[in-house]
Nanobody, 114 residues
């Protein structure tokens, strides 16, 4: 299993991006899933989490701006990111929560800059 993230890019402050993550092998529906992000020299941090029953939880820094969702039939996880800030610049990854160390993908780069 290795998750594949997509949807990142360069966006201006205040803009929006929608990230997607999928993997065809994982039994997606049985896991709580999460988005994480990492900047150079920093530890990877959990940004948003969605449980099996679609209960959600967010880091304080993104609360009210990001929305996590899942489509179990498509084995796809989403992250809608609105009102982007330069501090959101990072590589974004998805994984289960708690994360499986062998399942990290390449991530998708999000850069917020004018």
């Amino acid at each position: 299993v290795q998750f594949v993230e997509s949807g990142g890019g360069l966006e201006q402050p205040g803009g929006s991006l929608r990230l997607s993550c999928t993997d065809s092998e994982v039994n997606f529906s049985v896991y709580a899933m999460a988005w994480y992000r990492q900047t150079p020299g920093q530890q990877r941090e959990l940004v948003a989490r969605i449980g099996r029953r679609e209960n959600t939880k967010y880091a304080d820094s993104v609360q009210g701006r990001f929305t996590i969702s899942r489509n179990n039939a498509r084995k796809t996880l989403y992250l809608q990111m609105n009102s982007l800030k330069p501090t959101d610049t990072a590589v974004y990854y998805c994984n289960t929560d708690p994360s499986d160390p062998g399942w990290w993908g390449q991530g998708t780069q999000v850069t917020v800059s004018s």
